[in-house]
């Protein structure tokens, strides 16, 4: 459904603007009037407000700590306007004129669930669901409380594998550069001393001498390289083509197919179960779901296993057809539609691919390091051998 941002006046005369999804731009109008607000203007959303737009650097944890705190004070008794307010000072910026703007909305009769979905750059569907699960229910208080910790595993499996990540980093880049000072500075020196001798220098040390001048040569179109690939990562993180490339990328890539397969799976299995346990019908888990995954592929898996939902198959049936997620997922979500206990099953499907990531992503790492050092290692032993060889050549040939 397309999305839309529009600007409105209250009935009071204050001013308001927000993103809603709807049929038409006629048809928000009519909705929007039939609220008792005076529309001044609607148009397409902006990217950074469509669905499945990615929050801003530091979002994401200030919205974490909203959730926390929202989930403390409800049930201590705190109307849900008043807890709004309070719990938006543990936020800034966006993100707090954001609640702020939810608040005055829910002051002003909407659902929590819709002036969340309002703002799905800080809010995704996955967020806005269980919240509407909540309200349904009378259980909001524990809809965030769900929320929170959901959040918080989120932020912590992020966190392990950007840690992971950073040492093979840091020893790459460091690799690079002292590749480029040797090739780039400290061999041409030895090559001036080594030719002026006369000496008929060894194949290896040629060879050396040829990529070092090469270097030196197209000093600019090496430079322009990182710039290239920080373009192409770019790319694949603002368009959809891009986005769509890189995620076939990651699951084409040997060492790291698995773990994005664990990844994926970890991340459907608990979408849906928290969706499921939050009241959600299976169909409406499946579609929030949709809208809340982020990977390009895993989505359209995710859209295939909800039309064969909705043709009459099992969960369990049409997850088997996935090529992306790992067989045992529709094993263990079949377990839980022979039980009567999906939702436990999905948690527990989602609890064992994030341990198996975790493990995946620490054995990742473990075996990028020593690699990393043997393969710059021996970069840098073949240069130091090639200049050994032209200078023993050169000696052996002076005392003949």
Do not use: C
Not at 55 to 80: D, H
Not at 335 to 364: H, N, Y
């Amino acid at each position: 459904m397309p999305t839309f941002a529009f600007k409105a006046i209250h009935a009071s005369g204050s001013r308001t603007r927000g993103v809603e999804h709807a049929a038409s731009a006629g048809a928000l109008a009519q909705a929007l009037e039939a609220r008792g607000l005076l529309v001044l203007d609607i148009s397409d959303a902006p990217n950074d407000a469509a669905p499945g737009a990615r929050p801003r650097f530091g979002s994401r944890r200030e919205v974490l700590e909203l959730t926390r705190a929202i989930a403390a004070l409800l049930p201590a008794g705190m109307p849900l306007a008043q807890a709004l307010g309070a719990a938006s000072g543990v936020t800034s910026g966006e993100v707090r004129a954001t609640v702020q703007e939810v608040r005055a909305r829910v002051e002003r009769g909407e659902t929590l669930a819709h002036s969340l979905a309002s703002f799905p750059a800080f809010f995704p569907p996955l967020y806005v669901g269980v919240v509407r699960a909540g309200e349904r229910s009378g259980e909001l208080a524990d809809a965030f409380e769900r929320l929170s910790a959901q959040l918080e595993r989120d932020e912590q499996l992020r966190g392990r594998v950007l840690s992971a990540a950073i040492y093979p980093l840091l020893l790459a880049v460091a690799g690079v550069v002292a590749v480029i000072v040797l090739l780039g500075f400290v061999l041409p020196q030895f090559a001036e001393l080594l030719q002026d001798t006369g000496a008929q220098l060894p194949t290896s040390t040629r060879i050396l001498l040829g990529a070092s001048t090469m270097l030196r040569d197209n000093w600019l179109l090496f430079l322009l390289l990182p710039a290239a690939l920080v373009a192409v990562g770019v790319w694949m993180q603002q368009t959809p083509a891009g986005r769509h490339a890189g995620a076939r990328l990651l699951l084409w890539l040997p060492m790291v197919r698995t773990l994005r397969r664990y990844a994926l799976a970890a991340r459907f299995s608990r979408l849906v179960g928290v969706l499921v346990g939050g009241g959600a019908p299976l169909l409406s888990a499946l579609d929030d779901t949709v809208e809340s995954l982020t990977d390009p592929v895993a989505r359209e898996h995710a859209i295939a296993i909800r039309a064969r939902v909705r043709e009459g198959s099992s969960l369990r049936a049409a997850t088997a057809e996935s090529t992306v997620f790992p067989p045992l997922l529709a094993q263990l979500i079949g377990v839980g539609e022979e039980s009567g206990r999906l939702r436990e099953f999905l948690l527990k499907a989602a609890d064992i691919f994030q341990e198996r990531t975790e493990r995946a992503t620490q054995r990742l790492a473990t075996l990028a390091e020593p690699a990393m050092i043997v393969i710059f290692g021996a970069i840098v032993a073949l240069i130091a051998l090639s200049l050994l060889q032209a200078i023993y050549g050169i000696n052996a040939g002076s005392f003949a």
